[in-house]
């Protein structure tokens, strides 16, 4: 089969339109619906179906994309490899995947100490959610990701092995100036009268435990699509927030924090593919273990603890 029309397949999955797909690789839409139609007689199944708003993959479809992306993530290291080669750096770059929190501190302090200590090496960084890295790391998208256990928790797949870097602590992000911001740690049921916002179902679901755990209510009124998003909100004096408790010294200066009693926690883990792991992968956990423990150790000035 070509690959060409693989990656057809794969960016009209991705943007949901024969028209879109078509004018990003510079095809007419016309040659774009030959080729899908190409790949369904080869296939012997039916791969896309139209809706009100453009095409979405069938059930065969997904089952295939799954393959597909892995398929031509691999085509495109071979590639890479070999041009690596001809000049002669046979290095492969690095890949890793990091949940929002993760990725603004712990990753990028481990990556330093790994470029420190092994020397130059082509790296990536994405930031996602934690189903999706680790769906990526088995798709072969991601070298490593560095994800938590927070609901839904991480799947339990015999392709991916998983180390445990530790467990993070959550408190609440309030602005600056409020009056519990570096205070002793405080039961949740103090900030009863808060108003809450969240960006993730796995933080809400977290709050909304602790919380009955002490008997209290949360009221997430507010709901952000990103982290950037919601700590602008808490900046402003909107809302307060549950954040984990490792992003604490990458905050920006107008938001604050305060320790929560009896804190709800979650556990921080790299997921790495069990098969053809990346060479600098190994080394690269062992300094994300020395960021993570950094990241906990960490005590900032009143106002920012």
Known sequence: MDLTVWRTFVTVCRLGSLSAAAAELHHTQSA??????????????????????????????????????????????????????????????????????LAAGVVPEAVRGLLESGGPLAWSL??????????????????????????????????????????DDMVVALPAGHPRAGADPVPVRALAGETWV??????AA????????????????????????KLALVAAGHAVALIPGVLTRALRADVATAALVDPPTRGVYTVTPRHDPHPAAAPLLDQLALAFAAARRVRLPAGRS
């Open 126 to 167: 994405l930031p996602g959610l934690s189903a999706d890295l680790c769906a990526r790391v088995l798709d072969g998208d991601l070298d490593v990701a560095v994800v938590t256990d927070a609901p839904p928790g991480l799947p339990d797949d015999r392709r991916i092995e998983r180390r445990l870097l530790g467990v």
């Open 32 to 101: 774009v619906s030959r080729q899908i139609s190409g790949l369904e007689r080869q296939v012997g199944a039916s791969l896309m179906e139209r809706h009100a708003r453009g095409v979405r993959p069938t059930a065969a479809g997904e089952a295939f994309l799954r393959h597909a992306r892995a398929t031509l993530n691999e085509a495109d290291r071979a590639v890479r490899a070999a041009r690596d080669a001809g000049h002669g750096s046979a290095a492969r770059p690095l890949t890793v995947g990091a949940t929002p929190s």
């Open 206 to 229: 977290l709050l909304r435990l602790h919380a009955a755990r002490a008997g209290a209510d949360a009221r997430i009124d507010l709901a952000a699509a990103d982290l950037p998003g």
């Open 198 to 203: 969240e960006d993730n179902e796995g933080s």
